[in-house]
């Protein structure tokens, strides 16, 4: 082949270009049902990390007046590095992965109200350290599934170390 003829063979021509645009659309679509689901059933799904009508969950407006006035425990599943960059005010923190030697920060009366929180909705340590501290014979324990990025979007205060 001549140099003229590689250069026309190897341009974008228009629709090359579109074809292009189609299949990268297609596989934007097909990643964002896989992610998020046609139903709310995807990967990034809330529904998928525990029952949607639990009634060990707790929301707004409830966990907020319960905050105020002190009517419960926070305890904060995330790290103890995250915890000190910020948490709800007055909460304790028992990082999941740190369970049995961080109980010693939790009431030794097993019947107050712990409500269990970690970053945001995504997180599903909130719900797995609430059914730990159960299993540890704690009997009223919640959590609060939209978590610290929940909190800070309606605007409560932070509290950090």
Request: proline content about 6%; some cysteine.
């Amino acid at each position: 082949m001549h140099s003229k003829e590689k250069d026309i063979h190897h341009q974008k021509t228009p629709r090359k270009t579109f074809h292009e645009f189609v299949v990268v659309c297609v596989w934007i679509w097909v990643g964002a049902l896989t992610l998020w689901g046609a139903d709310g059933l995807g990967l990034l799904s809330d529904t998928t990390q525990y029952p949607s009508n639990s009634t060990y969950q707790i929301d707004f407006p409830l966990v907020h007046d319960i905050w105020k006035k002190g009517d419960a425990v926070f305890v904060d599943a995330r790290s103890a590095s995250s915890f000190k960059r910020g948490h709800i005010p007055g909460s304790v923190n028992v990082p999941i992965n740190r369970v049995v030697s961080t109980l010693s920060v939790l009431p030794t009366d097993k019947s107050v109200l712990l409500i269990t929180y970690c970053g945001s909705i995504e997180c599903p340590n909130a719900y797995q350290l609430m059914n730990i501290l159960l299993g540890k014979g704690y009997q009223n324990v919640k959590f609060f599934p939209r978590g610290l990025r929940g909190w800070q979007a309606l605007g409560y205060p932070l509290e950090t170390e």
